[in-house]
């Protein structure tokens, strides 16, 4: 089935650093892919929406300049977490959708937990 | 505005049936998902529902719609300890680029 691959699982990093979170679809070709956050025993918030070689759509008030997505090829997305402070410390995971022969929704990557400190 | 609402909480029985409930307010949704989500992991699809169908079964997972109401619900038959995650549905509207809009999630505890 299709298989979205996140790294890493998780990340601890320094207040004020930037870290760089990977998602990419293995068997099939992702023109869109999904980043969401996850807070502690809450749902998933939608942060942005980014399309293969055009500018990511943020949600409504999710910094752009904070959290930078490139989707430069259809089977690599990146969530750039810029200057992260310890409010950033979440759960954050992409997910792509599938429409073929065989399957039809959203594949999720396996989340990553990010701990800034 | 889209809204999707669950409750918070369910406890059952090994071998008993789970019902988890949504409701969701877009009327013009597509697609409806089920999705279980572990500790510190990410989401696995269930089953999802079209929009036009009232009924869809896949082995022990029985999905209910009802579009009148707007109420969705997912039944686990001989539910057991592996089933013990939270939920969520999920509608997929016609609001373009296919976002999903998740509901609050419920947590299943299933007890011996």
Redesign the interface.
């Known amino acids: 089935g299709a298989v979205v691959s996140?790294h890493p699982s998780w990340v601890i990093c320094k207040s004020g650093t930037s870290v760089k979170i990977e998602c990419r679809s293995l068997d099939f070709q992702a023109t869109?892919m999904?980043w969401y956050r996850q807070f502690p025993k809450?749902?998933?918030m939608?942060m942005a929406?980014s399309n293969e070689g055009s500018k990511a759509?943020y949600e409504q008030g999710v910094e752009k300049d904070k959290f930078l997505i490139n989707h430069a090829s259809l089977t690599l997305s990146t969530l750039t977490v810029t200057s992260a402070h310890p409010e950033d410390s979440s759960?954050y995971?992409c997910?792509a959708?599938v429409r073929d022969r065989d399957n039809?929704?959203?594949?999720?990557?396996?989340?990553t937990?990010l701990t800034v400190v | 505005g889209e809204d999707v609402e669950q409750s918070l909480f369910l406890s059952v029985r090994e071998g008993d049936s789970s019902v988890i409930n949504c409701t969701y307010t877009d009327s013009s949704s597509t697609y409806l998902y089920w999705y279980k989500q572990e500790p510190g992991a990410g989401l696995q699809l269930l089953t999802y529902i079209f929009s036009n169908m009232d009924m869809k079964q896949d082995q022990r997972l029985t999905v209910l719609l009802n579009k009148k109401d707007k109420h969705l619900s997912l039944r686990i038959a001989d539910t057991q300890t592996g089933d013990s995650a939270i939920y969520f549905c999920a509608e997929e509207g016609r609001g373009g680029g296919n976002k999903l809009t998740f509901g609050t999630g419920t947590q299943l505890k299933v007890e011996l």
């Open positions: 996140q869109t999904f809450q749902s998933l939608l929406t759509t759960f995971i997910s959708h039809y929704g959203y594949t999720f990557g396996s989340g937990r």
